[in-house]
């Protein structure tokens, strides 16, 4: 399947950050909070809370609960999906 010029527009803004990427492929799957995201891929939480808002940005991530203060969980949207399937 060929994929489109967006798509692969994401995929390079994802790639040319480590801490993108590993924040993408932490959530494959998956639904968590900051802080486990920062333990599985060895980053530190305040950056993955700037990754996460700017990967939010781009409708890659969704948090699910955003009323709460703490905890909040995070998970890959359609489009991070797609994503995270095509990083290889």
Avoid at 1 to 14: C, F, G, K, R
Avoid at 42 to 55: A, F, G, M, P, Y
């Amino acid at each position: 399947m060929e994929l489109s010029d967006e798509m692969l527009i994401e995929i390079s803004y994802v790639k040319i950050s480590k801490y993108r990427t590993e924040a993408m492929k932490s959530l494959d799957g998956q639904v968590k909070i900051p802080s486990q995201i920062a333990k599985d891929t060895d980053i530190r939480t305040n950056h993955v809370s700037k990754v996460l808002s700017e990967l939010k940005e781009h409708e890659l991530v969704e948090c699910i609960n955003p009323e709460v203060r703490k905890g909040k969980l995070y998970r890959l949207t359609d489009k991070g999906n797609e994503l995270v399937k095509n990083l290889e």
